[in-house]
């Protein structure tokens, strides 16, 4: 398994959205995200987490680490760290063999 990064980073809660209207309360409706993950541009909802991330790409998150924009994410962080438009995602599995 190889990393990108050693040391973690405290993300804020809040996403800016790409598009979609705003409504009278001043909130965008239909509001998506660009995050690049493993090198491909994906859309997702506005403060995605780490851990909701994962849960979409890997059935099983054992062996798992996750890098953001070069840093890696303690486990412990996935749940508390969102991503926020324009952010690089690795997501990557460690694999045993010889």
């Known amino acids: 398994m190889t990393s990108a990064g050693s040391s973690s980073t405290q993300r804020a809660s809040t996403s800016t ?8 309360g001043g909130t965008t409706e239909d509001a998506a995200a660009i ?21 979409t790409w890997c059935s099983c998150a054992d062996g798992v680490a996750v890098a953001l924009n070069r840093e890696i ?6 749940t508390h760290t ?8 690795e997501i990557v599995t460690a694999a045993a063999g010889g």
């Open 17 to 24: 959205s790409t598009s979609g209207a705003t409504d009278e």
């Open 35 to 55: 995050v690049v993950v493993n090198g491909q541009d994906q859309r997702m909802a506005p403060a995605t987490t780490v851990a909701e991330l994962v849960a």
């Open 73 to 78: 994410v303690p486990r412990s962080q996935w």
């Open 82 to 89: 969102a991503l926020e438009p324009g952010d690089h995602v």
